[in-house]
């Protein structure tokens, strides 16, 4: 519940409308993701490590959930799960939960978006002539919506790939360093390798824990705060 858009609580607790609630496309896809992924993943760990099925479904779907809402809870070791359902729990580190949420990530809505944007890309390339408007939920996006959806995302991977090459310079192996740096960009918790569920940040180099908590404070603040912080012309104004 904390993953969706508040503002469909208040459409159901106040207004009391079911039917606005079900009918917005972000929401229905974000119950897609929980249920495609929790599938997945159960599926993975009763068919590659040979867990109970009804074990299976609840450790996925808790995890699933924390992931997502970037809750940090964890209710099994899941460094010890297949590495598919490691990758899956990473990409829902980078989606996250709806628009509108205490959830961090890039959130499903962009995600959607994101995809919508791609699909008119490759339209016209086919059909150069034609003019296509982005829709989400039936309605256009505006051009700058879009452009500030691709400069976002475009900063999100900067940060990334600015941040993981530095701790493994400070000596960590590439998995630490990529799913803590996604971690605290997104404010997951815990991650995969020397930061796992039964882990912890404390071991690791200052310069390291400094790096982190910038991309921590970015990814918060959705980026654009705290890099105009750090833009020269911002302070000659």
């Not at 205490?102 to 086919?126: E, N, S």
């Amino acid at each position: 519940m904390a993953g969706v858009n508040f503002t469909l609580h208040y459409r159901l607790l106040v207004q009391g409308s079911v039917r606005r609630v079900t009918a917005d496309s972000e929401f229905r896809l974000y119950l897609l993701v929980v249920a495609g992924t929790t599938l997945a993943i159960a599926a993975s760990l009763v068919i590659v490590a040979g867990t109970h099925p009804a074990s299976a479904a609840r450790q996925a779907l808790f995890q699933v959930s924390s992931i997502m809402t970037t809750t940090g809870f964890s209710s099994a070791n899941f460094e010890n799960w297949p590495h598919f359902a490691q990758l899956l729990l990473i990409a829902l580190m980078f989606i996250g939960g709806c628009a509108g949420s205490t959830a961090g990530g890039l959130k499903v809505g962009r995600i959607a978006l994101l995809f919508k944007v791609v699909a008119r890309q490759f339209h016209r390339v086919i059909n150069r002539r034609g003019v296509y408007a982005v829709r989400l939920g039936g309605t256009p996006v505006h051009e700058a919506t879009i452009q500030g959806l691709l400069n976002l995302i475009h900063l999100a991977l900067l940060v990334n790939f600015s941040a993981s090459p530095i701790l493994t310079a400070c000596g960590l192996d590439i998995l630490t360093s990529i799913t803590a740096v996604a971690a605290c960009m997104f404010n997951v918790g815990p991650g995969l390798g020397a930061i796992g569920p039964y882990d912890n940040y404390g071991a690791m180099p200052d310069l390291a824990k400094w790096v982190l908590t910038v991309c921590m404070l970015a990814g918060r603040l959705e980026f654009y705060t705290v890099i105009v912080l750090f833009t020269p012309a911002y302070w000659r104004k």
